[in-house]
């Protein structure tokens, strides 16, 4: 495996893409992610995780059933959200402790509001990065009190951090293995788009069905992909279940799709 000089790099991960059917946490599948994040803090890279499924885990512990006399089900999503958020976080701290690395989840949960004005946010953060190597920041919208200027979901939450940390890469990780032009469950010819140059993308993408659970969808990672991959990022689209993704990717293996500019050489 060559030699990946130092990187600022963000992973995002969905909903569905950490999920079982039954919605509970895929351990395994989180476990090798979070090995792999290990792996790279080790050699010296900055880390940064964006991660759904507080309201995902939350539903497990109180079903959308028991919520018979909820007004609303933004209400009902922000106290699953509230329930589910410290399970999740728990979770990854037994996941962490599990490789032995000593590292400790420092839990960020934002609203878009906090980044009209990031200093704070920045200067906290470049201090882990830069600082802490046993700490890693993983982040989430914070979906309880977030009600008056929502993030579209958090693939564009993690394109507003991948900005702010000046990430050299931005990797999303999904249930389905990078993009299509169509749904190819409902177009079986559908072939996976390999690349996609963010400064003179010329062809239709029909993002919709691509993907499933959450918030979000494939047009929201696609759209965030573009932003990013303007701004100078390369950005990663793949498969959650590819075995060591995240490194693998930034070996530049040629899985999921890749989207950068041409006129940004590769990181």
Known sequence: MKVIKRKTIVVKIGTAALSKEDGTVDKELLGSIVADLVTLKKDGHHVVLVTSGAVGMGRVILPDSSFPDCPDDI?????????????????????LDETASGITVSQILLVKEHFDAPQHLERMLFHILEKRLD????????????IQELFTDNDELAGYVAKLVHADRLVFLSSIDGIYPCDPKKDPSAERIPYIDASSINRDIDTVGQTEAGRGGMSSKLQSALRAAREGVVVHVASSRVPEVVLRLLQDEPFGTRIDTTQNPIA
Not at 135 to 146: F, K, Q, T
Request: net charge neutral; charged share 20%; proline share 9%.
């Open 75 to 95: 209400t009902r999503k922000q106290i699953q959200a509230s329930v589910g958020q410290p399970l999740l976080m728990r979770v990854y701290q037994e996941l």
């Open 135 to 146: 700490i890693l920041p993983i982040m989430n919208e914070n979906d309880p009190v977030a």
